[in-house]
């Protein structure tokens, strides 16, 4: 079991509110993404969930029992940290053992979960190395490693992947979904990287100044954004906000149209404008048309569109494609 329950959360810092109030349900099993721009709490949120931070008020609960006055190594969590933390003068083997080790477990057993762990991780090879003799990714696994053999009702990931360049990024990311799935237990995983939260997801928790604006599936929040704020920060290209007439002839304050959901043409259309930048990634063209009276807008085209810097073209948003929102930025 590893349902968790936040009731009215907070923590605060003398009297600023890094996270005001916060009620979240987190079932058991699941794979829950908190994702924000930087300061927006995530990861302070994780903290308290782990026991290393104190709340100031509200309730933690774990399985339906209250642990928020019950410390860290006490909470039946394990957490994964952006740094590996490992023992440089240590094997792999000792590095995943030490937990076990320090919690005077059975030598034979300790053996035994050390083992199963590397298999899992295929770290079966690297038992007997040290630290320094693996590659970043290799020792990422070996933290998380020392996260399994817990047995842990929850894994906690804090920007695991940050340190890691980017198509280590990439193959980390399927390795510890394909964790989740093979052990099925809950997880909670704190990223900055919007891509990370839709391609790992069950469930994603929007977080902006310590306050939860949407909590959905990736493609919940995706197709139907509850604010512009999570509008603006789910989906990558952004999406395209326009105000001003051009919303207020659709009855909005605000109307967002996602790059893929514009078409393009060289002889006629909606809009009229000229590319200020064409970017041709192979499968995909982004390209910035500058359009008169509504500012810059981002199209996503097939990657052999013959279209270039200065080209003169018209874009037309797809029809059930527009999103609406009123003046105080909720959807309509």
Known sequence: MGSIRLEQLSKSFGEHAVIPSIDLEINDGEFVVFVGP???????????????EDASGGRILIDGKD?????????????????????????????????????????????????????????GDYLDRKPGQLSGGQRQRV???????????????????????????????????????????????????????MTMA????????????????????????????????IGSPKMNLISGRTATDEGAHTIGIRPEHLTL????????GKVTVAEHLGSDTFLH?????????????????????GDEVFVTPEPGHLHKFNEKGLAL
């Open 265 to 272: 043409s060289t002889e006629t259309g909606h809009w009229k």
């Open 38 to 52: 930087s300061g927006c709490g995530k990861s302070t949120l994780l903290r308290l969930i782990a026991g290393l």
């Open 289 to 309: 048309v500058d359009v008169p009276g509504i500012g810059t807008l981002t199209t996503r085209t097939g990657g052999d569109v013959p279209v270039r810097h």
């Open 143 to 197: 933290a998380i490693g020392r996260a399994i053999v817990r047995s842990p009702r929850c894994f906690l990931f804090d920007e695991p992947l940050s340190n890691l360049d980017a198509a280590l990024r990439v193959a980390m990311r399927l390795e510890i979904t394909e964790l989740h799935h093979k052990l099925g237990a809950t997880s909670i995983y704190v990223t900055h990287d919007q891509v990370e939260a």
């Open 202 to 233: 069950d469930k994603i928790v929007v977080l902006n100044k310590g306050r939860i604006e949407q909590v959905g599936s990736p493609l919940d929040l995706y197709r139907r954004p509850a604010n512009i704020f999570v509008a603006g920060f």
């Open 67 to 123: 642990e928020t006055a019950t410390p860290p190594a006490q909470r039946g969590l394990a957490m994964v940290f952006q740094s590996y933390a490992l023992y440089p003068h240590m094997s792999v083997r000792s590095n995943i053992g030490f937990p076990l080790k320090m919690a005077k477990m059975d030598p034979a057993e300790i053996v035994r979960k050390v083992e199963d762990a590397a298999r899992i991780l295929n770290l």
